[in-house]
């Protein structure tokens, strides 16, 4: 494999620059000038921007198809806490779910696939914002991709919990499909010696926290499993006080669209219920968004399958669905693809402030990856 990128100094770069969703002009200005280095003099080669976004085309030879690549660049709101000498230069963000290193790797399969003109046309989509605001929906509805948009999408994420040198995907649902949930009950606050003056939005939102769980326990089929988590609850000053708004914000997790579009359905008539009868005011919010259920292509996904167990120094391991969410799912729904899981050995998990990837992957990814690439641009 010849390569002249430094990767891990890449890597490094853009660890220490995170930005959020769409704020990421410092990552992207890096990635132009780095994408500029790689496709000089490549005749074949065209680029777009979309906001923070990049697109790179490589125009095939002889094209029948257009086969897309996608990576991720935003950062995350966390303190970062690893330590590290290239630790984030930005305070309060940090890389912590890997896209640095997804970054990286796009950087170094595209100089792998520039070297010579592909048979069929190839996208490099550097997509915005797939942690908050489903960058890659918003792209494809605001029609970023025009007459770009690949026939076949690949992406990858980075997996702590796997060892370098290890793949892993299947040939079904990888990543599960999420809803944020935003939550807020009314009522009516007052001194906590008069009780029956006021209406204790606290203890009608400890009774819905509570009720929710019976989604899972009760209306969920065991089989299928789904996820409702409500992490941060918000009520109330001080101790003889009763509160007047309680705010909660949790997330539905499943693995399929219906089984989320029930959660949800429950969700809010639990809430309602909940509401009518402490005699509260209910605002609620349910956001889908962009991120779908990450559902591979059984066909495509067989043929990477098929690619990676017959490749040296790869284990491939068919894995099981995550309950993780991912925005990729979006444009797997627009278009036929593959997204797989590439081992990093940490033994912090994604969003964890310390969480840091072993860079031996960096390398190890392009070398595997990029001969896929090749095979199905030549195909």
Same mark, same amino acid.
């Given at each position: ?64 198809? &257009? ?67 489903? @960058? ?35 040939? @079904?649902?990888?990543?599960?499909? &999420? ?39 009760? $209306? ?15 009520? @109330?000053?001080? $101790? $003889? ?18 089984? $989320? ?119």
């Amino acid at each position: 494999m010849d390569m002249t990128l430094d990767l891990v100094k890449i890597r490094r770069d853009l660890h220490q620059i995170p930005e959020i969703g769409l704020e990421e002009f410092k990552t992207q200005a890096y990635l132009l000038e780095r994408i500029a280095e790689i496709t000089e003099g490549k005749e074949f080669v065209e680029q777009r921007t979309w906001r923070t976004g990049i697109l790179v085309f490589l125009k095939g030879s002889n094209p029948e198809k &257009t086969i897309g690549w996608r990576t991720d660049i935003d950062g995350l709101p966390i303190i970062e806490q690893t330590g590290l000498d290239f630790a984030s230069c930005h305070e309060g963000r940090m890389h912590a779910c890997g896209h640095d290193v997804h970054m990286t790797l796009a950087l170094g399969l595209l100089e792998q696939l520039v070297h010579v003109q592909p048979k069929n046309n190839l996208l490099f989509l550097f997509q915005p914002a797939e942690e908050n605001e489903a @960058g890659g929906m918003l792209m494809y509805e605001d029609g970023a991709f025009g007459d770009w948009l690949p026939d076949q999408f690949y992406g990858l994420h980075v997996r702590p919990d796997l060892k370098v040198g290890e793949i892993a995907t299947n040939r @079904g649902t990888l990543f599960a499909g &999420t809803c944020e949930v935003k939550i807020t009950f009314k009522g009516k606050g007052g001194h906590a010696a008069f009780p029956h003056e006021a209406k204790d939005a606290l203890v009608a939102a400890s009774y819905f926290v509570t009720q929710v769980q019976t989604i899972v326990s009760r $209306n969920v089929d065991p089989i299928e499993g789904a996820v409702v988590t409500f992490g941060s609850l918000h009520a @109330g000053t001080t $101790n $003889n006080v009763i509160a007047e708004t309680a705010f909660l914000h949790g997330t539905i997790r499943t693995l399929t669209m219906e089984m $989320n579009l029930l959660t949800q359905k429950r969700l809010e008539t639990i809430a309602r219920g909940v509401a009518d009868a402490f005699e509260m005011e209910l605002e609620l919010e349910l956001k889908q968004g962009g991120y779908l259920p990450v559902e591979n292509n059984p066909d495509l996904a067989d043929e990477l399958m098929t690619f990676f167990d017959q490749a040296e120094d790869v284990t491939l391991i068919d894995i099981l669905p995550a309950m993780t969410g991912e925005d990729f799912g979006y444009l797997l729904s627009k278009v036929d693809g593959v997204m797989l899981w590439l081992g990093v050995d940490s033994p912090y998990a994604l969003h964890h402030p310390q969480m840091s990837p072993k860079e031996e992957a960096l390398h190890f990814g392009v070398k595997a990856i990029s001969p896929f690439l090749q095979m199905k641009a030549n195909q």
